[in-house]
């Protein structure tokens, strides 16, 4: 193709908007491959470009349209949501933040998501401590102990207070929970699935009220691995701050000598 | 290698680039309202805010694209615009783009005001020079090439359009252009490449 060829295309193809030049991609290939090779062409073609984005102007300049002054306010809002949701550029080292509103706005975002985050791990954790609550409830059920009364009273009281039990082990998903209620001494204590003790040894129930452990009784496991301590305190609603459940040998007087099965902390 | 002033479009564009707002700011400045008049003429006032919006948020987020070396930016930005008024164009019905294309088509027969030409910026004279060539051109190269670019017509549309051979369609859009060329040229004529003696042929 000749350049004569080549601006005769151009000009009639230039204002034919991109998804109509693309009907024709053979001649459009033609013309690139030219404007590759030719600068004299390659100019002519870029002052067409100018001359159409000129044609916009020359309507904003004979048209008594007016921009809406409040639009700069919208689209630079919007410029902070995009900046917000993408993730910031490292900087080299760092600088006392200068006080603008800007920053205290993006501030006040992050601390709003991570209370977010706070409140949904949160709402996690309390969705898994009911779920748990629930399986505890479920077995004690299925015991259909004399203790039962008792049992029930405490665990299903709104006024029940609970200090929840980990498993202290890695490999162990064994968890509890200690129950009492602020208008009666019954002590109710839940774990489940528990390992069976190692021969020779037994579970005993630790916990700690006023900085000193106390040795409250032996955890029956039964074969589903559900354990179960009922207990009357000294005192309506005892407040304990630490429990564990330790696998040692009978009488033994320590709660540190042993390997803790599962463990809770107010 | 020659740097563009620091307020060049050019220059801005490299600085939004970089997440400068207040560059941003007046490349807005620059070009909110031809991108507004042009989305409000062919669609309407609340679909051309969003036009607006679009166009200017495609910037901030891909200035980075832009190249001065392939075009200027003026272009680059028109560009998008384009593109982004003939897609929600291609959505109405043809008596609508029929009227709008016709209303724009008026407005750009209008003869400018020759006073205070002296006064004007050279992208101002040159607006100027470009308003009174689109309104000096014969009706049907004007309305050719209304219908081509605010309409996003492709040269078949625009035959069965105003019914006339495809052939007859291009002859005037190419001469419309190269009339529009010559008025840019006789203000810059640095500016622009030397014409080939074909387009000294041309013929109304």
Redesign the interface.
């Known amino acids: 193709m000749t350049?004569?060829h080549i601006?005769?295309l151009l000009?009639?193809t230039?204002?034919?908007?991109?998804?109509?030049a693309a009907?024709n991609p053979a001649t459009m290939a033609e013309v690139a491959s030219h404007l590759a090779t030719c600068a004299?062409c390659a100019?002519?073609a870029?002052?067409?470009?100018?001359?159409?984005?000129?044609?916009?102007?020359?309507?904003?300049?004979?048209?008594e349209?007016?921009?809406?002054p409040h639009?700069?306010a919208?689209?630079?809002q919007?410029?902070e949501a995009?900046?917000a949701a993408q993730p910031k550029r490292p900087t080299r080292g760092w600088a006392w933040p200068q006080f603008n509103a800007n920053l205290w706005r993006k501030l006040g975002a992050a601390m709003l998501m991570l209370m977010l985050i706070a409140t949904f791990g949160w709402a996690l954790q309390l969705n898994s401590a009911l779920s748990q609550e629930r399986a505890l409830r479920a077995e004690y059920a299925n015991l259909l102990t004399f203790q039962q009364e008792m049992v029930l009273e405490v665990v299903d009281s709104p006024k029940a207070n609970k200090l929840f039990l980990r498993s202290a082990q890695t490999d162990s998903t064994a968890y509890g929970k200690v129950f009492v209620r602020a208008d009666l001494p019954h002590v109710v204590i839940m774990a489940a699935r528990l390992p069976i003790p190692p021969a020779g040894l037994v579970y005993q129930m630790w916990l700690m009220r006023d900085g000193k452990y106390d040795m409250v009784g032996v955890m029956p496991v039964n074969p589903q691995g559900f354990g179960l301590i009922v207990f009357d305190a000294d005192m309506n609603g005892p407040i304990y701050q630490k429990a564990l459940l330790v696998a040692q040998p009978a009488g033994t007087n320590n709660p540190n000598a042993g390997t803790f099965i599962v463990a809770g902390e107010r | 290698m020659i740097d563009s002033p620091p307020d060049s479009d050019d220059a801005l564009a490299l600085r939004v680039a970089k997440r400068d707002k207040l560059a941003f700011s007046m490349l807005y400045d620059r070009y909110a309202r031809a991108v507004y008049v042009f989305a409000a003429h062919l669609l309407d006032p609340n679909e051309a805010e969003e036009v607006v919006q679009d166009v200017f948020l495609r910037l901030w987020n891909k200035a980075g694209q832009f190249d001065s070396a392939k075009g200027v930016f003026g272009a680059w930005l028109m560009q998008i615009a384009r593109n982004r008024v003939m897609d929600a164009l291609q959505k109405r019905n043809k008596q609508y783009r029929q009227e709008v294309l016709d209303e724009v088509d008026e407005l750009l027969a209008q003869i400018p005001d020759e006073s205070n030409i002296e006064q004007m910026s050279w992208e101002r004279q040159q607006q100027h020079a470009l308003q009174l060539a689109l309104a000096q051109l014969p009706e049907d190269q004007r309305r050719a090439i209304v219908l081509a670019y605010f309409g996003g017509m492709s040269h078949t549309e625009i035959s069965n359009s105003l019914a006339l051979p495809l052939g007859t369609v291009k002859k005037r859009i190419a001469l419309g252009v190269s009339k529009l060329r010559k008025a840019l040229q006789h203000i810059n004529p640095l500016a622009t490449t030397p014409e080939k003696a074909s387009d000294a042929k041309e013929k109304e």
Not at chain 1, 46 to 63: G, I, K, T, Y
């Open positions: 350049c004569e601006r005769t000009a009639e230039a204002l034919v908007n991109e998804a109509n009907n004299d100019a002519w870029r002052e067409n470009e100018r001359l159409f984005a000129m044609l916009p102007m020359v309507l904003a300049q004979v048209s349209v007016q921009l809406p639009l700069k919208k689209v630079m919007s410029l995009t900046s």
